[in-house]
């Protein structure tokens, strides 16, 4: 949760804050961060991305932050640091004027007599806590959340409206959830008899580590029997599907519109792209970069970066590709005759 109170900082302040390095005026003051091309004199910008060095020469930025590689060829104060993304992050986190989730608790609020709520808690109209729910210090809940009997959500964390948790998720400590999210809902597990489909019940839960993140309209099943689990500092982008009894290591990224059916297991430090499919049962090691739109079927057991999805081409040349395809059996077989002659 952010505060509203900020204020300006000299780029001597920030450096500190970052770690970083000053080279120029560092008494010149900040109060906002901002892009090369659009900052204005009291705004803070930073390149990480040769697609935009062209810009830094024409920027009106107050300050840039850079790698030492270029700090000859800033045109204004700059701040060095050795990762200028991440300093970038935590300067932006010092002007962050989001509004606050929820202050205070509110009048419609209903709260369940066996719930255990932390000092500073802040729920919005309409929450609903329910039987043993246990929130920790500091906990923020937006307007028209459910938190079903025995969850337990860790101090600092905070729940933006509209989001639904399940009974008995244990959620850690600083989690960030985003609106429409669902965490807890039963997994796909079903038993067919003679073409009809029986429920198992989802007896498991989920479980989330500290300082993690979850976007908006996303799904993330509980186990069957046992837990669906997220490790420390894992972040999940919107309209991701987590299947039932999935474990994700530490630190790993899911981007949108990623699907990840049950019982697959991925492991630290690894990025899934957008719109990538991974089949059940799947086990990803640790440090594995997973392209945009990709098919995962089989597991992936040595760090590295896979793709296969296929880059988009001109209609005519795709069509012409695909008649080829098609003919990449019979093509086959003349092969093989020709290697018998040969």
């Not at 300006?8 to 906002?32: F, N, Q, R, T, W």
């Not at 697609?51 to 590689?69: E, F, M, N, R, W």
């Not at 202050?103 to 729920?123: K, Q, R």
Request: glycine letters at 12%; one cysteine or more; charged letters at 15%.
């Amino acid at each position: 949760m952010t505060t509203m109170n900020k204020r300006p900082y000299s780029l001597s302040e920030l450096a500190s804050h970052v770690g970083g390095v000053v080279e120029g005026d560092g008494c010149v003051v900040i109060s906002a961060v901002g892009t090369l091309a659009g900052a204005a004199s009291h705004q803070i910008s930073f390149l990480t991305n040769p697609k935009y060095k062209s810009q830094l020469s024409d920027t009106s930025a107050g300050a840039v932050i850079l790698h030492s590689s270029l700090k000859d060829t800033a045109p204004c104060p700059a701040l060095v640091v050795d990762n200028p993304h991440a300093a970038f992050a935590r300067i932006a986190q010092l002007f962050d004027t989001t509004p606050v989730v929820a202050s205070g608790i509110a009048e419609t609020a209903v709260i369940a007599s066996s719930a255990n709520i932390g000092s500073d808690v802040s729920l919005g109209h309409n929450v609903i806590i329910e039987d043993n729910v246990i929130l920790g210090d500091r906990v923020t809940i937006g307007a028209n959340t459910v938190i079903r009997k025995g969850t337990r959500i860790g101090e600092g964390s905070v729940i933006h409206p509209n989001v639904t948790i399940y009974h008995d998720v244990i959620i850690g400590k600083r989690v960030t959830v985003h609106s429409q999210t669902v965490i807890g809902a039963a997994g796909f597990g079903y038993a067919n008899d003679k073409g009809v489909w029986l429920p198992i019940p989802q007896t498991g839960s989920v479980r989330i580590g500290d300082d993690s993140q979850i976007g908006a309209s996303s799904s993330i099943d509980r186990g069957a029997m046992e837990d669906t689990v997220l490790g420390t500092n894992v972040i999940i982008d919107n309209q991701v599907q987590v299947g039932h009894n999935c474990i994700i290591g530490d630190h790993s990224c899911i981007c949108g519109a990623t699907g990840i059916a049950g019982s697959c297991h991925i492991g630290k430090h690894v990025i899934i792209g957008g719109g990538v499919g991974i089949n059940g049962h799947i086990s990803i090691c640790d440090k594995v970069q997973v392209t945009g739109y990709s098919m995962i079927v089989q597991d992936i057991t040595e760090p590295g970066v896979y793709s296969s999805g296929q880059p988009a081409t001109s209609n005519r040349e795709w069509k012409r590709n695909t008649i080829r395809l098609q003919k990449i059996g019979s093509l086959f077989d003349r092969v093989k005759a020709l290697e018998k002659q040969v």
